[in-house]
């Protein structure tokens, strides 16, 4: 959905059509509506699947369940706020049956799961357990049918506006059915500039003064063509023309763009270089306050831990990941601000400013490239990391997991903005997770290198492995003397332990004169004492 300056304006686009759709407030009315009714509905459900169970399971440990109707509370405002909290009743937008399927699934198990957990810790109610499992599938089964029926008797009509390539008014348009009457078509506008703000008001209400702010500050005196659009498919993007607009503006959260580089990607494909894109998406840590704040003490603790193994634990892992992705198609996902900004510089920008507000990380970027199209990105928690080798041949080096996904594409952005750290690591790198400053104490993350030593990438004892950027860092001179040699899992720097990057080259150099003249002896002295600085005097890299 476009933004414009008021519901009553038309869209200027270029040689497309705007959809005008009702306004904000009175869709929102109308969502609310439906969600009121669907979750009545459910509550009916959870009654009957309530009674049911009850008399279904024995009847003695039937008899044990201690004040039911409280009981029932506890069950069904659990039941409902997690049904709201992970959008299960989510009628504000379209969605396809196996959509709705698994976000009632997914729900359902983690209420299961988190009820489990509850009554775990209340001993008088722990012969409900059995009552528990058949009030949860009977629940279950009485929603899906629902959302199979609901789907079934609507399915072909237009019960909501939105645009995509799947659209029903779009495809109506195609077939050269009667144009509605709330459809608006514009030309190409003749003037190539655009008042931002003319849009100030359907900003606000869309995101608030403070995002109109951000947004005004970066583009506010353009003379260029601005879009400002509020979705999360790339059709959205690749229906504008290449190069007509200098910046674009999207007002969703890219948590719920299921294709996000893909996204990206279209959006530098629409605008030049030095073009503009401002954007917003909630980070893990956000995410995390959000819910620890939402929900009474106690409480709020047992759902982050079940959204954090949903949502953040799933997709990471290979047996896991595919499931996760099949049933929510990357929906409401939970994202770090260094995979955030890993991912636009993969696709060819570059941060120019990001800040915080109302709870979302709002980033303004700058194309400076083309993607990088990169098919074997690291997401997993064994990555394959691209290091310059013997020759200048790039190797993938193999690591466990410490930094956020595509946290590599940052090390220019981290070089710039904190420097180097005494003993040559990136100061205060905020793409190292919690369990990864953990890992790295004591080396486990360098664990699967021996993969590479194996292979013959890498030998025992020798220069450290590099980035491109990295390396740039160094003097031509070293740069071209350390690809003559092949690099090592344990580098000399657990011998000299250097503070500063000089030191470091200082460091290499001496050992690379003393390898080329006594290759065996030289490894083998630095070997051990390498081994007794690590173990004896606790030497560490960071």
């Known amino acids: 959905m476009q933004a414009t300056a008021n519901q009553s304006k038309k869209a200027h686009l270029p040689g497309i059509f705007s959809v005008m759709q009702p306004g904000t407030h009175e869709k929102g009315q109308r969502n609310m509506r439906k969600k009121i009714l669907i979750v009545t509905i459910d509550v009916f459900y959870l009654f009957v699947s309530f009674v049911v169970s009850g008399l279904l399971i024995n009847q003695e440990e039937w008899g044990q369940l201690k004040v039911k109707l409280l009981y029932f509370l506890i069950v069904s405002g659990a039941w409902l706020g997690l049904g709201l909290f992970f959008d299960k009743y989510a009628f504000h937008r379209p969605m396809t049956l196996k959509q709705n399927v698994s976000q009632i699934i997914l729900t359902n198990l983690a209420g299961i799961g988190i009820l489990f957990s509850v009554f775990y810790v209340i001993p008088e109610y722990s012969p409900a357990f059995k009552f528990l499992i058949v009030f949860g599938f009977l629940v279950s089964l009485l929603e899906l049918l629902s959302v199979a029926s609901f789907k079934a008797l609507f399915k072909?009509?237009?019960?909501?506006?939105?645009?995509?390539?799947?659209?029903?008014?779009?495809?109506?348009?195609?077939?050269?059915?009667?144009?509605?009457?709330?459809?608006?078509?514009?030309?190409?506008?003749?003037?190539?500039?655009?008042?931002?703000?003319?849009?100030q008001d359907s900003i606000e209400a869309e995101v608030g003064k403070e995002v109109f702010?951000?947004?005004?500050?970066?583009?506010?005196?353009?003379t260029q063509q601005i879009l400002v659009i509020s979705t999360t498919t790339r059709f959205n993007i690749l229906s504008q023309p290449p190069q007509f607009y200098h910046s674009i503006v999207n007002l969703k959260k890219i948590n719920n763009v299921q294709y996000i580089n893909k996204f990206f990607e279209a959006v530098n494909t629409r605008i030049p270089f030095g073009g503009l894109f401002i954007g917003t998406a909630e980070t893990y840590v956000q995410r995390k306050q959000r819910i620890l704040a939402r929900y009474p003490k106690g409480l709020n603790w047992i759902i982050y831990t079940f959204?954090?193994?949903?949502?953040?634990?799933?997709?990471?892992?290979?047996?896991?990941?595919?499931?996760?992705?099949?049933?929510t198609r990357g929906n409401n996902r939970v994202i770090s601000m260094a995979e955030t900004f890993g991912r636009l510089y993969s696709c060819g920008f570059e941060v120019v400013e990001d800040c915080f507000i109302d709870g979302q990380l709002w980033f303004c970027v700058r194309k400076v490239k083309e993607p990088s199209f990169d098919p074997h990105p690291t997401y997993g928690p064994l990555i394959r990391l691209k290091r310059v080798g013997k020759g200048g041949k790039i190797i993938g080096v193999?690591?466990?997991?410490?930094?956020?996904?595509?946290?590599?594409?940052?090390q220019q952005y981290v070089y710039e903005r904190n420097k180097l750290q005494a003993g040559g690591k990136f100061k205060d790198d905020f793409r190292i997770t919690t369990i990864g400053k953990f890992m790295r104490k004591f080396w486990l993350d360098e664990l699967p290198m021996f993969i590479?030593?194996?292979k013959g990438d890498l030998k025992i004892v020798g220069v450290?492995?590099?980035?491109?950027?990295?390396?740039?860092?160094?003097?031509?001179?070293?740069?071209?003397?350390?690809m003559k040699h092949k690099p090592g899992l344990i580098p000399p720097f657990y011998v000299d332990l250097p503070k500063s990057l000089e030191e470091i080259m200082e460091s290499e150099i001496k050992y690379l004169k003393s390898y080329e003249r006594s290759p065996f002896l030289t490894d083998f002295s630095y070997l051990m004492k390498a081994l007794y600085n690590i173990f004896i005097k606790k030497a560490r890299s960071n």
């Open 398 to 410: 193999y690591k466990f997991r410490t930094m956020h996904a595509y946290a590599e594409y940052l």
């Open 464 to 482: 450290r492995p590099l980035s491109k950027h990295y390396l740039s860092l160094y003097t031509p001179e070293l740069q071209q003397w350390r």
């Open 213 to 222: 702010q951000f947004i005004y500050k970066h583009l506010g005196t353009s």
């Open 307 to 327: 959204d954090f193994i949903i949502k953040r634990l799933m997709p990471k892992l290979w047996f896991t990941k595919k499931i996760y992705f099949f049933f």
């Open 452 to 454: 590479n030593v194996i």
């Open 156 to 199: 072909g009509t237009d019960s909501y506006l939105y645009e995509g390539p799947s659209s029903p008014l779009v495809n109506n348009f195609k077939k050269g059915n009667p144009i509605p009457e709330n459809l608006t078509f514009t030309e190409r506008s003749s003037t190539p500039q655009t008042d931002l703000s003319e849009l």
